[in-house]
């Protein structure tokens, strides 16, 4: 392009001339510094030139800028969200790299250690994560005064209904095939509490939306050594449907089922959701809920964006994350 000098990497300079602005206002618009009055033509124009220059910001320079470490925490949880998880994580780490910013990948532990270590020695900028923080790891978070992320933020607030969208589904289907009490199987894994909590306020919101009864709560061991007594125990309660808060809750079900048995779905019908591979393996094919996983990363990562300050990618958004897999379990 005329009048931008060619180098192995464009830099501040480049994006400038070709968007015919000082380089001080390159750096306001790239680094969203609050405080300054810039049109939103002018502010168009520096993205432009810098998206046709392929100019990424320099992570020092914009920390001397906006001040602060230029790193995000990304807390990946421990529990079953299929590969949603790391591809939210993937995702919203190039979409930070593009503003100069790092994402530094903390797994979840019992103890924390390693969030309350990281928040200590990176003093990240913010946590994202997919739910609130806990013990250590939170006293940590509010004392360093980090702001966190995660699907109860008012900025995700689209995710943050994705129970409701799911249990919606689940509870209207199951209504569909005559089904009026219904209940839900919890895992006695306490890891995973935090997850069936989530689901199960989704399906007690849906119940309540179809004057339905609510459902009647269980827990089942994963290695289904207490599933027969579990289904017995919902059966003597007049349910008729289960929701599992996972597809593997739902093949525990199915276990006891068949121990107590029973046939499914004539004496007891199971839904699921994550959608994994072995559901249509199941005996009966486990009927479950889907997600639309591209849908979900990039609204997840446009929301971060935003919470963050930044910029969103600006992909359009349906909001229809989820979607029924009907099979023979109901």
Same mark, same amino acid.
């Given at each position: 392009?005329?009048?931008?000098?060619?180098?192995?990497?464009?830099?501040?300079?480049?994006?400038?001339?070709?968007?015919?602005?000082?380089?001080?206002?390159?750096?306001?618009?790239?680094?969203?510094?609050?405080?300054?009055?810039?049109?939103?033509?002018?502010?168009?124009?520096?993205?432009?030139?810098?998206?046709?220059?392929?100019? #990424?910001?320099?992570?020092?320079?914009?920390?001397?800028?906006?001040?602060?470490?230029?790193?995000?925490?990304?807390?990946? /949880? #421990?529990?079953?969200?299929?590969?949603?998880?790391?591809?939210?994580?993937?995702?919203?780490?190039?979409?930070?790299?593009?503003?100069?910013?790092?994402?530094?990948?903390?797994?979840?532990?019992?103890?924390?250690?390693?969030?309350?270590?990281?928040?200590?020695?990176?003093?990240?900028?913010?946590?994202?994560?997919?739910?609130?923080?806990?013990?250590?790891?939170?006293?940590?978070?509010?004392?360093?005064?980090?702001?966190?992320? $995660?699907?109860?933020?008012?900025?995700? $607030?689209?995710? +943050?209904?994705?129970?409701?969208?799911?249990?919606?589904?689940?509870?209207? $289907?199951?209504?569909?095939?005559?089904?009026?009490?219904?209940?839900?199987?919890?895992?006695?894994?306490?890891?995973? #509490?935090?997850?069936?909590?989530?689901?199960? +306020?989704?399906?007690?919101?849906?119940?309540?939306? $179809?004057?339905? /009864?609510?459902?009647?709560?269980?827990? *089942?061991?994963?290695?289904?050594?207490?599933?027969?007594?579990?289904?017995?125990?919902?059966?003597?309660?007049?349910?008729?449907?289960? =929701?599992?808060q996972s597809d593997e809750t739902a093949f525990a079900v199915l276990?006891?089922?068949?121990?107590?048995?029973?046939? =499914?779905?004539?004496?007891?019908?199971?839904?699921?959701?994550?959608?994994?591979?072995? @559901?249509?393996?199941?005996?009966?094919?486990?009927?479950? *809920?889907?997600?639309?996983?591209?849908?979900?990363?990039?609204?997840a990562v446009d929301a971060m964006m935003a919470a963050l300050g930044?910029? @969103?990618?600006?992909? /359009?958004?349906?909001?229809?994350?989820?979607?029924?897999?009907?099979?023979?379990?109901?």
């Open positions: 392009m005329e009048g931008v000098r060619k180098t192995t990497r464009p830099t501040r300079a480049d994006v400038a001339r070709l968007a015919n602005v000082s380089t001080a206002t390159v750096s306001y618009v790239l680094n969203n510094v609050a405080g300054q009055r810039i049109s939103l033509q002018t502010q168009q124009a520096v993205r432009q030139a810098a998206a046709a220059l392929g100019y #990424r910001p320099n992570l020092a320079a914009r920390n001397l800028v906006i001040g602060g470490s230029g790193v995000v925490l990304y807390i990946v /949880p #421990r529990m079953a969200l299929g590969e949603l998880a790391m591809e939210v994580g993937a995702k919203l780490t190039t979409a930070l790299a593009r503003h100069g910013l790092l994402m530094s990948l903390q797994f979840e532990t019992d103890d924390g250690a390693n969030v309350v270590e990281a928040i200590a020695s990176l003093n990240p900028m913010a946590v994202a994560a997919t739910f609130p923080l806990a013990g250590p790891a939170l006293e940590a978070v509010t004392t360093a005064g980090i702001p966190q992320i $995660h699907l109860g933020s008012a900025n995700l $607030h689209a995710l +943050a209904a994705l129970n409701l969208t799911v249990e919606q589904l689940r509870v209207e $289907h199951l209504i569909a095939r005559g089904h009026r009490q219904l209940g839900f199987a919890i895992t006695n894994n306490r890891k995973l #509490r935090p997850l069936a909590d989530y689901w199960l +306020a989704g399906v007690r919101a849906a119940t309540r939306s $179809h004057d339905l /009864p609510d459902p009647v709560v269980a827990e *089942i061991r994963a290695d289904g050594a207490d599933a027969a007594r579990i289904v017995s125990y919902w059966v003597e309660r007049g349910v008729t449907a289960i =929701c599992a276990h006891g089922i068949r121990r107590a048995g029973l046939v =499914c779905p004539r004496d007891l019908a199971v839904m699921g959701v994550d959608a994994i591979t072995l @559901a249509a393996m199941a005996e009966p094919p486990l009927t479950t *809920i889907g997600f639309r996983a591209t849908e979900i990363v990039e609204t930044l910029p @969103a990618e600006g992909t /359009p958004h349906t909001g229809d994350f989820a979607v029924l897999i009907p099979r023979n379990s109901t």
